[in-house]
């Protein structure tokens, strides 16, 4: 198979995150032994799911019994960021053939399209630009895919005292703490985090739904109250 240098350009441009993802790769094949799977139920998640935080979250509702319409609405507004990206990219991708189209479908990530970006700001005038975009996701693709082929077997071996799956939340609990960047974000984790606990009690975890409410209600009304 003939790669472009387009397509190696794209690769060759995410190599520097290639540590942090595969840790994060990591980290998820690791929380899905320990969310309860198999080793070949959690490839097969990695490579049909492929996205990092839905796949935490779903892992985590999981774990707690959650039934599987709020896993799968979770999901969802988790991954709502990627109809953005989609609108963004149609016209670099508008005269691109079906099969390249549907290979960006399924690729399309974060780090991808940030990379894509980052260095592609003009109008769509080139060809070259679907290839670079596709050399882009799919390195991100092949980090991700070996993080987490490396996650489900140090996950597999470890014993079960270990209780691997606090490390779903511990995860979260890393995540949130990087992005909280002002008092808005700040007030929304807060009340996120006091609604989850107040809401706890509440049938097939609805508890989740409830904290998400809280917390977008918090920041925006932090935003206004500060204007």
């Not at 990219?89 to 691109?96: D, E, G, H, I, K």
């Amino acid at each position: 198979m003939h790669l472009s240098k387009d397509f190696l350009a794209g690769a060759r441009a995410c190599l520097p995150v290639a540590p942090g993802m595969i840790v994060f790769g990591m980290i998820a094949g690791v929380a899905m032994i320990g969310a309860g799977l198999t080793p070949s139920l959690a490839a097969v998640m990695s490579v049909v799911v492929y996205a990092g935080t839905a796949q935490l979250a779903a892992l985590q509702l999981y774990a707690a019994g959650t039934p599987l319409p709020v896993i799968l609405f979770a999901g969802l507004i988790l991954n709502l960021r990627l109809v953005l990206y989609s609108l963004a990219l149609a016209p670099y991708v508008s005269r691109a053939s079906r099969r390249r189209k549907l290979a960006l479908s399924y690729l399309v990530s974060d780090n991808g399209y940030a990379h894509f970006a980052a260095r592609f700001a003009s109008p769509p005038d080139s060809r070259g630009k679907v290839d670079y975009l596709l050399g882009a996701c799919s390195a991100i693709w092949v980090m991700w895919q070996a993080g987490t082929a490396a996650g489900i077997v140090a996950g597999a071996s470890v014993p079960d005292g270990w209780h691997l799956e606090f490390v779903v939340t511990l995860t979260f609990l890393a995540l949130a703490i990087a992005v909280i960047r002002d008092r808005a974000l700040a007030a929304a984790a807060v009340a996120a985090g006091v609604a989850a606990v107040l809401a706890h009690p509440l049938p097939f975890r609805l508890g989740l739904l409830v904290a998400v409410a809280a917390g977008i209600a918090a920041g925006i009304a932090w935003e206004r109250w500060t204007r």
